[in-house]
């Protein structure tokens, strides 16, 4: 699964670190590191990584068959300012 | 065929071909089919590969957290397009409106769409960069063969060039036990695009990092053994450094070669445009067919003088190709202005550096929160009364509060106290950026053309 962060908009609070331990980490206080391919294992929780995000910041694709609504959170995240 | 009837038509089954298929190209294409474009969709590439991400390259790669080869760009959507990958465009027929492929292809288009961005600047001697172990960064294949090296366990690598990206680098060789020198020409690391102040800083962290930092030198030459393997690298003052590895960071070159002759407002400046992302012809007439967005683009901004700014920026090539692509299927009235706001983060040393605004138009600067030593604070650049720029160490909540002030002219010095300004940050310094003129790096922000601000500027005209 595909992923990109938004580091401009990301504002560090390890929310999806904290989720998705094994494809974000933070480096440091507050620089964020991350897989940008995530392993098939990690769907889920990558998609709640996703859907608890507070900016919005994280794009994936390849979640659309994970229940309830994270995937369609991924879709709406527009980087336009 | 009346205007509208056109965009009816174009939208429903026009031919809209994209060359550069990275970032921008990409987020145009996904912006295109969003707003409904039913027509056909060509992305050309000169990359083997689908849109990728780079910012990833200089640092999850190399700090062994992705692969080179999997770092992906996901899709917001199914684009549905005819993909060229691997072939560059070699040229443009504005008239028969036709793109030349480097098979000898010719496509043919309603709307073009222009986002062939940038490539890393080489070491000059062309003898000395062909040597084995010297390298650039920007694709990923450069990331793949650099990060092969780096495990190879080298006895040293040599990074030329104290910018964004040559101290990322630096850092993540540090951050493996490597050890590193990193030479700039200039006082100190990100000083073309930060300044002297927050440079000190960046010198101090990477040092305490073990950075072999060489500030004040140029590197004169590269040595070879017999076998054609770079071995010293040789320094203006006299020293020279033993390493296996070299990594050329001098910042990058526009891709606008293809559109030599084209009749397009082309050069080595990049591409200029207007201000909804329509190319202006080699007379200043803005065409209305060729779009133009990303690292490769330069357009005029309000919030700068109208001056021509052209960002290497991530954040801008996403903006600037959804407006671009917004506006290549709508009518006048609503089309969209690309007015971001430049903004920028890097990482290395495990700091978090972001700025917003233009710092390098920065005259003076003053510590609005937070503080130097503890390397956690947000610096916040004035120019001419007003604030034009921030910049935060490990301090990226303030930063939006910040974008505001800049967008709002706010006066500068900052007139109110703020939340944790210490006694060194009440007086604003000179922020210190070297004379434009002698270059470092090269900077990823840079500012170009008329200002309507600057009395100074005398036009004179060429002889005949
Ligand atoms: C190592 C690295 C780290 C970075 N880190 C950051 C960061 O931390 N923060 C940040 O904001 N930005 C960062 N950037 C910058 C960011 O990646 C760029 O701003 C972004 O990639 C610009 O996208 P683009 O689509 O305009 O251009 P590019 O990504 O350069 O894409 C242009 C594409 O067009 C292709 N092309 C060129 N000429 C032709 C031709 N004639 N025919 C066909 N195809 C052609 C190129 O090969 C390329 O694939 C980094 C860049 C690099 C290289
Ligand atoms: S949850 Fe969002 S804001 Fe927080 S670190 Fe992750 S990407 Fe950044």
Not at chain 1, 28 to 52: D, F, K, T
Request: charged share 25%; net charge negative.
């Amino acid at each position: 699964m595909r992923l990109v962060v938004d580091l401009n908009r990301c504002q560090g609070y390890a929310q999806c670190a904290f989720l998705a331990p094994d494809v974000f980490a933070l480096h440091g206080e507050e620089s964020l590191v991350y897989n940008p391919q995530a392993e098939e294992g990690q769907r889920e929780r990558l998609a709640r990584a996703v859907a608890a995000c507070p900016v919005q910041a994280i794009l994936a694709d390849g979640l659309d068959d994970v229940d309830e609504e994270p995937a369609e959170a991924g879709q709406e995240t527009s980087h336009a300012r | 065929m009346p205007a509208e009837d056109f965009l009816q038509w174009l939208r429903r089954e026009g031919r809209i071909v994209i060359v550069g298929a990275s970032l921008a190209g990409l987020r145009a294409a996904e912006t295109l089919r969003a707003e409904g474009f039913a027509g056909s969709l060509t992305m050309i590439g000169d990359e083997p590969y689908e849109p990728y991400d780079r910012p990833p390259l200089s640092k999850a790669v190399l700090l062994g957290k992705a692969s080179p080869h999997r770092t992906d760009l996901p899709r917001r959507l199914e684009i549905d397009a005819k993909w060229r990958l691997g072939v560059a465009a070699t040229g443009l027929d504005m008239t028969a409106k036709r793109v030349r492929l480097a098979d000898g292809d010719e496509v043919e288009y309603d709307r073009l769409l222009i986002a062939t961005g940038v490539r890393a600047r080489p070491w000059p001697k062309e003898s000395e960069a062909q040597l084995d172990g010297v390298f650039v960064l920007r694709t990923r294949d450069d990331a793949a063969a650099l990060l092969r090296r780096l495990q190879a366990s080298p006895r040293r690598v040599f990074v030329i060039g104290a910018g964004f990206t040559g101290s990322e680098i630096a850092s993540a060789c540090r951050a493996q036990g490597v050890a590193v020198t990193l030479a700039e020409r200039g006082g100190a690391p990100l000083v073309g695009a930060l300044g002297g102040v927050i440079g000190a800083v960046a010198a101090e962290l990477q040092r305490e990092n073990g950075v072999d930092l060489r500030t004040g030198v140029m590197v004169t030459a590269l040595e070879g053994d017999s076998m054609g393997r770079v071995r010293a690298a040789h320094l203006s003052d006299g020293s020279v450094v033993e390493t296996d590895v070299v990594v050329v960071c001098l910042g990058a070159t526009r891709n606008t070669e293809w559109l030599e002759s084209s009749g397009l407002g082309a050069g080595p400046r990049g591409i200029a445009c207007d201000a909804g992302c329509r190319a202006f012809d080699f007379r200043g007439i803005v065409t209305d067919d060729v779009y133009v967005a990303g690292d490769v683009a330069r357009s005029p901004h309000p919030l700068f003088g109208y001056q021509f700014l052209s960002l290497e920026h991530w954040g801008n090539a996403v903006a600037q190709a959804e407006v671009a692509a917004h506006n290549m299927i709508s009518s006048g009235a609503d089309r969209r202005p690309h007015l971001w706001v430049p903004a920028f983060w890097s990482s290395q040393f495990g700091v978090n550096i972001k700025s917003v605004g233009v710092p390098s138009m920065g005259e003076q600067i003053m510590i609005a929160q937070g503080s130097l030593a503890e390397r956690r604070f947000v610096g916040v650049y004035g120019y001419q009364g007003r604030v034009i720029a921030a910049v935060s160490f490990d301090n990226t909540r303030w930063l939006q509060f910040y974008e505001r002030l800049i967008e709002t002219a706010t006066p500068f010095p900052l007139e109110f106290p703020t939340v944790d300004r210490r006694p060194e940050g009440r007086q604003p310094v000179p922020a210190d950026f070297p004379d434009p003129s002698l270059p470092t790096h090269g900077p990823t922000v840079t500012l170009s053309g008329y200002s309507p601000s600057d009395r100074r500027l005398v036009f004179t005209p060429a002889r005949h």
